[in-house]
């Protein structure tokens, strides 16, 4: 099958460089899948999860707030404000930090400036604690996560 | 002659200092080696960005008009600069030729009234004391910033541009080259200038790497849109690199400076136990003179 060199690279590292069958990304205007020879595309990507198909193993998610993504006919680069594998993403503080947006939210005025904020980073929990079970849900013992290898 | 025993207390603090300016020197050493790594972490993203933004301001042809970040202004009244100096001294002639370029800078083009939005306590307690307009300042930034961390200074920089406050607003910090070598620099931040690749380091990296062909591109939702994302980002990201480049500089002159003052501390170890030695050297003459007057004094009595 066919393949596509994908990117992810956010400002602190470069999250994945190598060859995939499939992406599937949060555009702004709505969910887009990248299948190789795919015209040439680019759009802002917003808070959503990112997808990596490859043949005959599980699919990979990432959590990504917003961005950009560069899509060639064999070569897609996501510019990301912020990108997670779900291996890294810690579901308890994501849970902690999507009650406090919620309660944050109850409380300000939708005049508020912070009101954005606020909606921004629930908006940002939620995402990636939707990503973060996807963990959960597999079967195979999880990769070593990048973080880990930091140490 | 000092004492003896004044000479040991000597080299005994002396000894210590030494050994405090050796273990900053590593710490530094290793900072500065994370603080490296992050700022070509960085560098794969920004030439994407520029390319990007390249690509979309070449399908226009008057740029200016393109979106308010690109406009220049006639007149330029008012000048806001973000000066990045470190919370703490000990760094050698880090902040000094920092504050030194702000300084000269303001002097020569005419901007002694610039707002100052000041990174680290040093520039800040220095445009202080010099009482300049310093309008917004950032201190105790952790030891390796995110992209977080350079939101605000973004947000400041960014409002006062587009509310007419600020005409210009330029980006003062230490370009780290090598270990050895950091440059002070100033360069214009805003309005952004397509096509004018002021970085050194980005222009040397950007040369390699041009995967952007001039095809048509599906905008979605639309250049302009597309655009008005873009630039925000793009001096957030400019102020972050900044931000890393200067912690770079920071800890290698931190570095090179405490190794200076360990080698200071091992010479004047070296000349205090000479003294030491010529001390006691003398001090046991003294004291076989007195034993052998005495003698002698004995055997003619």
Do not use: C
């Amino acid at each position: 099958m066919a393949t596509l060199r994908l990117e992810v690279i956010t400002v602190e590292r470069k999250l994945i460089d190598e060859e995939v069958n499939m992406v599937v990304a949060p555009g702004s205007e709505g969910v887009l899948g990248i299948l190789p020879r795919h015209a040439a595309l680019l759009t802002a990507l917003t808070y959503g999860e990112l997808v990596v198909k490859r043949d005959g193993q599980p699919d990979e998610f990432l959590a990504i707030s917003g961005g950009f993504m560069e899509v060639q006919p064999g070569h897609v680069v996501v510019l990301a404000d912020a990108a997670e594998r779900a291996e890294e993403i810690d579901l308890e503080r994501a849970e902690a930090a999507r009650k406090r947006a919620e309660e944050l939210l109850a409380q300000a005025k939708k005049s508020d400036v912070d009101f954005t904020r606020i909606e921004a980073s629930l908006r940002r929990s939620l995402t990636r604690l939707k990503v973060g079970r996807r963990r959960a849900e597999k079967r195979f013992a999880p990769q070593r996560s990048d973080y880990e290898r930091m140490q | 002659m000092a004492s003896v025993r004044e000479i040991k207390r000597r080299i005994k603090s002396v000894k210590n200092i030494a050994q405090v300016t050796r273990a900053m020197q590593m710490v530094a050493a290793s900072k500065m080696r994370r603080a490296q790594e992050q700022a070509l972490a960085s560098r794969p993203y920004a030439a994407k960005a520029w390319e990007i933004l390249l690509h979309l301001s070449s399908q226009y042809g008057a740029v200016d008009l393109l979106h308010p970040l690109l406009r220049q202004r006639e007149q330029v009244n008012h000048v806001a600069i973000i000066m990045v100096t470190s919370d703490k001294g000990l760094a050698g002639a880090y902040n000094g030729n920092m504050i030194r370029k702000v300084s000269r800078f303001m002097r020569q083009n005419n901007v002694e009234d610039a707002s100052l939005i000041t990174v680290g306590r040093k520039g800040r307690d220095f445009m202080v004391r010099y009482g300049r307009k310093v309008v917004a300042e950032f201190t105790d930034l952790p030891a390796q910033p995110t992209l977080l961390d350079s939101l605000p200074i973004a947000r400041i920089a960014l409002d006062g541009f587009l509310t007419g406050e600020f005409d210009e607003v330029y980006l003062a910090y230490t370009d780290f080259i090598n270990t050895l070598t950091q440059e002070p620099v100033v360069r214009m931040l805003l309005p952004i200038k397509p096509g004018n690749i002021e970085s050194k380091v980005m222009s040397e990296y950007l040369g390699q790497e041009t995967t952007m062909v001039k095809a048509d591109y599906i905008y979605e939702p639309n250049a302009e849109t597309l655009l008005d994302t873009l630039l925000p980002r793009f001096t957030e990201l400019q102020i972050y690199q900044a931000l890393v480049e200067a912690f770079a500089s920071e800890h290698s002159a931190r570095m090179v400076a405490m190794r200076n003052a360990t080698e200071n501390a091992k010479e004047l170890i070296g000349d205090l136990t000479l003294s030491y030695n010529k001390a006691r050297q003398e001090a046991i003459t003294k004291e076989m003179l007195d034993i052998a007057g005495g003698a002698e004094a004995l055997a003619q009595a």
